[in-house]
């Protein structure tokens, strides 16, 4: 009741809400919850809250359900779980490689077509082993050029800096229907008697670096931020490092580099390379000829294993890749973002799903327009707990204490392991969408939006682990 509640808490509360409101809210909301709004400074309307039993639906907890929010990283639970149910867990993708020309002797007369097929996880190991498919077929000369075609996809308006203007960030990497690697790679930087010595990994042979990092003997200058990348005369091929770096430094920083198809060019060519094989040629940009013939095909990981590692890591290129494969299944090709954000809402009403505050937009979360009530999050949610694949969709949740993006919260429940949500953080945000699994083995799902000033800087998260741990203790 409001009379017992420490007056400075109850007049916040006031502050914050009006008339019956006031009375309501404290009446419904546990004190310690009520405590931490009070001490962040976060206001009843900046919250959304909504904890269910997930086989009943039946309400346990609710605050603003209704309210559209920006639900930051947790869009991936309505990307990722419509994927799964969508296209099924053993999808997969492919990448392929065709010749244009007869091969005699090993040697292409003829240029090298390589078809990307939308993998969202195409790693630099996968990407290798496409290599050495080729390589195994016999050939070990291409005297043509190396071909890429990305036609599956619309040509991308984006720009990687557009939304905070640090496009080097491989969180910022824009979808790609032929994404190597997504795009990044480690540079680590040696030291030895005040020289430095860059070594890149992997190593686009199309890549220049001008070194001009210097070794200390001691700390860390900079606050451990030791490179500095500048591109020089505007050519991503043609980069400059500066900066000092020390004993105590990261052993390596990691960045998005040039574009998609020069960093798949740059790459193939190197693994090409030290696979024995010979090119001098260039990259080209084109469809792939009707009469060109196979050469190889790499088949991707399963959809139930990109969904994990897009779920546990939170990849943004990862998420915006399955929302346009969903697309693609549902529409053909070529498509862009906006058919993605379409095929989503029609999947979800295909399902008896329709949200009429739901905005998609890239399917990742990372945007600025992205819109979603803690009560669809909800039903989308309970949903995937009654659906057929649930199995993959919540063992692609991160871990309360143990991996992902909550490895390092929750670090005191990890041997109980009753936490399984995404997590999501912006300018403004903190959220989390999951499940919780009670002392007594009742499950619950939980989602928790805070849009409030300073909410991705802690005062957020204060709020959200006070639900869920309240939640976890019920009966």
């Given amino acids: 009741m409001i009379t017992a509640i420490a007056p400075r808490l109850a007049a916040f509360l006031i502050a914050t809400c009006t008339g019956s409101a006031a009375l309501a809210l404290t009446n419904t909301l546990p004190p310690r919850l009520l405590q931490v709004m009070a001490t962040e400074g976060v206001a009843a309307q900046q919250v959304s809250i909504l904890v269910r039993d997930a086989k009943s639906g039946e309400s346990v907890l609710e605050l603003n359900p209704a309210t559209p929010r920006s639900p930051a990283s947790t869009m991936k639970v309505l990307t990722t779980w419509s994927a799964l149910e969508a296209l099924g867990p053993n999808h997969h993708w492919h990448t392929r490689a065709y010749a244009t020309g007869p091969i005699v002797n090993g040697r292409l007369t003829g240029d090298l077509v390589i078809v990307g097929g939308g993998d969202p996880g195409l790693t630099a190991e996968h990407w290798w082993r496409l290599v050495r498919q080729i390589r195994s077929t016999g050939l070990r000369r291409i005297d043509g050029d190396l071909v890429l075609d990305r036609s599956l996809y619309k040509t991308q308006a984006d720009d990687p800096d557009e939304f905070d203007g640090k496009g080097y960030r491989t969180y910022n990497v824009l979808p790609d229907a032929l994404l190597v690697n997504l795009q990044s790679a480690e540079f680590h930087v040696l030291a030895d008697d005040g020289d430095t010595q860059v070594m890149i990994d992997p190593a686009p042979a199309n890549l220049r670096i001008d070194n001009h990092v210097k070794a200390v003997s001691q700390g860390c200058p900079n606050g451990g931020k030791v490179l500095r990348f500048t591109t020089i005369d505007a050519d991503p091929l043609h980069v400059s490092l500066d900066g000092s770096v020390g004993p105590t430094c990261p052993a390596y920083a990691q960045r998005s580099i040039m574009t998609a198809p020069e960093y798949a060019f740059g790459t193939f060519v190197t693994f090409w390379r030290s696979l024995g094989g010979h090119f001098e040629g260039s990259l080209r940009l084109a469809t792939r000829p009707d009469k060109a013939s196979l050469l190889a095909d790499l088949e991707s990981d399963s959809l139930a ?156 998260d204060a709020i959200i682990d006070t639900v869920v741990r309240w939640a976890l203790e019920r009966t």
Avoid: C
């Fill in 305 to 460: 294993e990109v969904v994990r590692n897009t779920n546990k890591w939170s990849s943004n290129a990862m998420a915006r890749m399955l929302l346009l494969s969903l697309a693609s299944d549902r529409f053909g090709s070529p498509i862009g973002a906006s058919d993605g954000e379409r095929a989503l809402t029609d999947f979800l009403a295909s399902r008896g799903m329709t949200f009429p505050e739901l905005v998609v937009d890239n399917g990742s979360g990372l945007s600025r327009l992205a819109r979603l009530s803690a009560e669809s999050m909800s039903t989308v949610l309970g949903a995937a707990y009654h659906g057929r694949y649930f199995p993959e969709f919540v063992g692609s949740l991160p871990i309360g204490g143990q991996d992902g993006t909550l490895r390092k919260r929750f670090v005191d429940l990890a041997p109980e392991a009753r936490i399984r949500m995404k997590t999501g953080h912006l300018a403004g945000v903190a959220a989390i969408a999951g499940y919780a699994s009670t002392r007594s083995g009742r499950a619950l799902t939980v989602v928790v939006i805070v849009n409030a000033a300073g909410a991705e800087a802690g005062r957020g």
